[in-house]
Nanobody
Protein backbone atom coordinates (compact mmCIF):
# COMPACT_ATOMS: atom_id res chain seq x y z
CA UNK A 1 0.00 0.00 0.00
CA UNK A 2 1.47 3.31 -1.09
CA UNK A 3 1.41 6.13 1.43
CA UNK A 4 2.59 9.71 1.03
CA UNK A 5 2.91 11.85 4.14
CA UNK A 6 3.55 15.57 3.81
CA UNK A 7 4.96 17.86 6.48
CA UNK A 8 6.40 21.34 6.80
CA UNK A 9 3.43 23.58 6.06
CA UNK A 10 2.46 26.54 8.20
CA UNK A 11 2.04 30.28 8.41
CA UNK A 12 4.79 32.50 6.99
CA UNK A 13 5.11 36.18 6.20
CA UNK A 14 5.47 37.42 2.62
CA UNK A 15 9.07 37.06 1.50
CA UNK A 16 9.66 34.18 3.87
CA UNK A 17 10.60 30.57 3.22
CA UNK A 18 9.29 27.11 3.99
CA UNK A 19 10.42 23.62 3.13
CA UNK A 20 7.86 20.90 2.55
CA UNK A 21 8.71 17.22 2.85
CA UNK A 22 6.90 14.16 1.53
CA UNK A 23 7.85 10.73 2.79
CA UNK A 24 6.78 7.90 0.51
CA UNK A 25 6.35 4.27 1.52
CA UNK A 26 5.13 1.18 -0.28
CA UNK A 27 6.38 2.17 -3.74
CA UNK A 28 7.99 -0.85 -5.37
CA UNK A 29 8.71 0.62 -8.80
CA UNK A 30 12.34 1.53 -9.43
CA UNK A 31 11.34 4.48 -11.61
CA UNK A 32 8.63 6.95 -10.71
CA UNK A 33 7.95 10.67 -10.81
CA UNK A 34 7.33 12.66 -7.65
CA UNK A 35 5.63 16.02 -7.70
CA UNK A 36 3.89 18.77 -5.81
CA UNK A 37 0.51 20.24 -6.60
CA UNK A 38 -1.43 22.94 -4.81
CA UNK A 39 -5.02 24.01 -4.54
CA UNK A 40 -6.08 27.46 -3.43
CA UNK A 41 -9.64 28.14 -2.21
CA UNK A 42 -12.04 28.28 -5.14
CA UNK A 43 -9.39 27.23 -7.66
CA UNK A 44 -8.46 24.02 -9.43
CA UNK A 45 -5.54 21.93 -8.26
CA UNK A 46 -2.36 23.03 -10.03
CA UNK A 47 0.71 20.86 -10.65
CA UNK A 48 3.68 23.08 -9.82
CA UNK A 49 6.78 20.90 -9.77
CA UNK A 50 7.91 17.39 -10.69
CA UNK A 51 11.10 15.39 -10.40
CA UNK A 52 11.91 12.02 -11.94
CA UNK A 53 13.93 9.21 -10.40
CA UNK A 54 16.83 10.44 -12.50
CA UNK A 55 16.55 13.97 -11.16
CA UNK A 56 14.96 15.74 -14.13
CA UNK A 57 12.76 18.60 -12.93
CA UNK A 58 9.92 20.69 -14.31
CA UNK A 59 8.28 23.77 -12.82
CA UNK A 60 5.15 25.79 -13.41
CA UNK A 61 5.80 29.37 -14.49
CA UNK A 62 4.06 30.64 -11.36
CA UNK A 63 6.81 29.32 -9.08
CA UNK A 64 9.84 29.13 -11.35
CA UNK A 65 12.89 30.74 -9.78
CA UNK A 66 11.39 30.73 -6.29
CA UNK A 67 10.69 27.05 -5.55
CA UNK A 68 13.06 24.11 -5.85
CA UNK A 69 12.06 20.46 -5.88
CA UNK A 70 14.53 17.78 -4.84
CA UNK A 71 14.46 14.16 -3.76
CA UNK A 72 16.44 11.72 -1.68
CA UNK A 73 15.92 8.33 -3.31
CA UNK A 74 17.56 6.51 -0.39
CA UNK A 75 14.97 7.98 1.97
CA UNK A 76 12.08 7.90 -0.56
CA UNK A 77 11.49 11.54 0.28
CA UNK A 78 10.80 14.54 -1.92
CA UNK A 79 11.20 18.13 -0.83
CA UNK A 80 9.90 21.49 -1.98
CA UNK A 81 11.99 24.46 -0.92
CA UNK A 82 9.85 27.59 -1.20
CA UNK A 83 11.53 30.99 -1.10
CA UNK A 84 10.22 34.53 -1.51
CA UNK A 85 6.71 33.37 -0.70
CA UNK A 86 3.80 35.53 -1.79
CA UNK A 87 0.20 35.72 -0.53
CA UNK A 88 -0.93 34.09 -3.78
CA UNK A 89 1.08 31.00 -2.81
CA UNK A 90 -1.45 30.33 -0.06
CA UNK A 91 -2.93 26.89 -0.72
CA UNK A 92 -3.07 23.29 0.37
CA UNK A 93 0.01 21.58 -1.03
CA UNK A 94 -0.23 17.94 -2.08
CA UNK A 95 2.50 15.43 -2.77
CA UNK A 96 1.98 13.20 -5.81
CA UNK A 97 3.65 10.00 -6.95
CA UNK A 98 3.22 8.74 -10.50
CA UNK A 99 4.27 5.11 -10.90
CA UNK A 100 3.66 2.36 -13.43
CA UNK A 101 1.07 0.91 -11.07
CA UNK A 102 -0.87 4.10 -10.45
CA UNK A 103 -1.04 7.69 -9.23
CA UNK A 104 -1.02 8.41 -5.52
CA UNK A 105 -1.65 11.52 -3.44
CA UNK A 106 -0.80 12.66 0.05
CA UNK A 107 -3.33 14.19 2.40
CA UNK A 108 -2.07 17.73 1.90
CA UNK A 109 -0.45 20.36 4.06
CA UNK A 110 -1.65 23.95 4.44
CA UNK A 111 0.65 26.83 3.52
CA UNK A 112 -0.55 30.31 4.43
CA UNK A 113 1.38 33.41 3.42
CA UNK A 114 0.16 36.45 5.30
CA UNK A 115 1.44 39.38 7.32
Amino acid sequence: QVQLVESGGGLVQPGGSLRLSCAASGITDTWYVMGWSRQAPGKQRELIATISSGGSTNYADSIKGRFTISRDNAKNTVYLQMNNLKPEDTAVYYCKATTFSGVYWGQGTQVTVSS
